[in-house]
């Protein structure tokens, strides 16, 4: 997951061609996809070792992880956001290209 943010980032710089671009976006969305999937496992996890274990689930470990996951939705969902449309055409994805750059 960090190496398709790492790649991702890449085709975020000015005068990449949109192809790269709108790569770039599917690679974030991949990644931020899989640290939720993977936050969601780790709040599992805690969950089922308290359970395990005969304990209570440690307050501030769930609370971390439910922030981490919360991060993680909120990123998923932001990098969704800014994805063009797929029935834009090339110009008008172009242009929004230029305008956040």
């Known amino acids: 997951a960090s190496a398709a943010f790492i790649k991702g980032s890449l085709d975020f710089f000015p005068g990449v061609p949109l192809q790269s671009y709108i790569e770039g976006i599917n690679l974030f969305f991949a990644g931020s996809a899989v640290y939720t999937v993977l936050a969601v496992f780790a709040a599992y996890e ?31 969902l932001g990098t969704a956001e800014f994805t063009p449309p797929a029935e834009s055409s090339a110009e008008d994805a172009a242009v929004s290209v230029s305008v956040l750059s």
């Open 46 to 76: 805690i969950v089922e070792d308290a359970k395990l274990s005969g304990r209570e689930a440690p307050p501030a470990k769930l609370v971390e992880q439910a922030l981490y996951l919360l991060g993680s939705v909120f990123f998923l």
